[in-house]
């Protein structure tokens, strides 16, 4: 049990499809990461909250990527007109504080057709 | 240039020996190192983390920092056909937010 839980597992969509992906913390971390792994690479930073505030953001995440954390409980990533190149695992992790690693959750699988 | 770089591998090594993986880092200013490991088609699971320079060791695993080097590395001692999977490095950057990781090195472990 990781304390995060993603849903859904597995998403196909055809390309030009809107997509949302839940991540849902079981245990309290005020830290939640999203991060996109390709096969072969290491997973990539997207963006952080700390509570309901977004803090950071990386580049990668175009405008048509947001994300939101409301009450700072559970969050949600949202891809607008998905492109083949978003076919990626999508994770959720959780981080307790500054010296605290990342604990991640099952991720989603996101393949564009 | 890569924040985290990481041997590909594979690295192959027999069922009983020692597996040594290695990582390098280019910020100088990284406080936080971390080891995980991903089987195929999951996501990363945490095996170990170092916060300060030398070794330390939990079970079969054995991480060593070398800041200086800006060098991390991961040991499994008795590795198992088990321990077969992907090997990733992160390192926590020094605004404490950002994790990075390295491309990971793919470890087989023959029986």
């Known amino acids: 049990d990781t304390g995060v839980s993603q849903d859904p597992r597995h998403k196909i969509t055809k390309r030009g499809q809107n997509v949302t992906f839940r991540c849902d913390p079981i245990?309290?971390?005020?830290?939640l990461y999203w991060y996109r792994q390709t096969l072969g690479q290491g997973p990539e930073f997207l963006t952080y909250f700390q509570n309901e505030a977004q803090l950071e953001k990386s580049r990668l995440l175009s405008d048509r990527f947001s994300a939101e954390r409301p009450k700072g409980s559970f969050s949600t990533l949202e891809i607008q007109r998905t492109e083949q190149g978003d076919s990626a695992m999508y994770l959720c992790a959780l981080s307790g504080g500054t010296d605290s690693p990342l604990h991640f959750g099952n991720g989603t699988r996101l393949t564009v057709t | 240039q890569k924040e985290v770089e990481q041997n590909s591998g594979p690295l192959s090594v027999p069922e009983g020996a020692i597996a040594s993986l290695n990582c390098t880092y280019s910020?100088?200013?990284?406080?936080?190192f971390f080891w995980y490991r991903q089987y195929s088609g999951k996501s990363p699971e945490l095996i170990m983390f170092?916060?300060?320079?030398g070794d330390k060791e939990d079970g079969r695993f054995t991480a060593q920092l070398n800041k200086a080097s800006q060098y991390v590395s991961l040991l499994i001692r008795d590795s198992q056909p088990s321990d077969s999977a992907t090997y990733l490095c992160a390192v926590k950057g020094d605004n404490f937010n950002k994790f990075y990781f390295g491309s990971g090195t793919k470890l087989n472990v023959k029986p």
């Open positions: 245990s309290e971390h005020n830290r």
């Open positions: 910020d100088r200013g990284s406080q936080s």
């Open positions: 170092i916060y300060s320079n």
